[in-house]
T-cell receptor, first 117, second 111 residues
């Protein structure tokens, strides 16, 4: 079974530039998550989608971050403009059911490492 | 210990010894917990879970212990192998809310 695919693996940008990350979840997985993992910390949820609808975006800094999952499959996460403190690994995860981590296993991609200079 | 930025707590063990990784969780209402393993350059990988109606659960070479009185989880790895070297996270959940990950512990297996 193919896993969660993310691209790019690495990205270096200057502050105030924009950047986009892409995620392709496991086929058939209705629930998709974006996490931010700052170096030395645990992942922090940014946004959760159920199909193409947003379930939880309470921790998404909406002044600069946006995410979409238009057809309920792939998703993109965008940052505009980027700040130095956005340097982190951005992880995408998917699960078959909205209970996600609790009711059924959630699978993570390898992440995109963003460095803002 | 508590991590601050880059300074993850680190546990170093000899290959073949048992490892015990500890986690203090914050929400007394949390009733479901997961341990994840994250190898360098990879996403977190599920290891084992436990519900609050249990105080112990065993998997293959791993055991999770839950002490709700002091809000403490531990992950025991038997006969630690080089492939166990990674950062280990606990995650807690209260039904209907999102999982909250702890800061992580780095396990280093010495030859």
């Amino acid at each position: 079974e193919a896993g969660v695919a993310q691209s790019p693996r690495y990205k270096i940008i200057e502050k105030r530039q924009s950047v986009a990350f892409w995620c392709n979840p496991i086929s058939g997985h209705a629930t998709l998550y974006w996490y931010q993992q700052i170096l030395g910390q645990g992942p922090k949820l940014l946004i959760q989608f159920q199909n193409n609808g947003v379930v939880d975006d309470s921790q998404l800094p909406k002044d600069r971050f946006s995410a979409e999952r238009l057809k309920g499959v792939d998703s993109t996460l965008k940052i505009q403009p980027a700040k130095l403190e956005d340097s982190a690994v951005y992880l995408c995860a998917s699960s078959a059911h909205p209970g996600g981590f609790r009711d059924t296993e959630a699978f993570f991609g390898q992440g995109t490492r963003l460095t803002v200079v | 210990g508590e991590s601050v930025g880059l300074h993850l707590p680190t546990l170093s063990v000899q290959e073949g010894d048992n490892s015990i990784i500890n986690c203090a969780y914050s929400n007394s209402a949390s009733d479901y917990f997961i341990w994840y393993k994250q190898e360098s350059g990879k996403g977190p990988q599920f290891i084992i879970d436990i519900r609050s109606n249990m105080d112990k659960r065993q998997g293959q070479r791993v055991t999770v212990l839950l002490n709700k009185t002091v809000k403490h989880l531990s992950l025991q790895i038997a006969a630690t192998q080089p492939g166990d070297s990674a950062v280990y996270f606990c995650a807690e959940n209260n039904y209907g809310q999102n999982f909250v990950f702890g800061p992580g512990t780095r396990l280093s297996v010495l030859p």
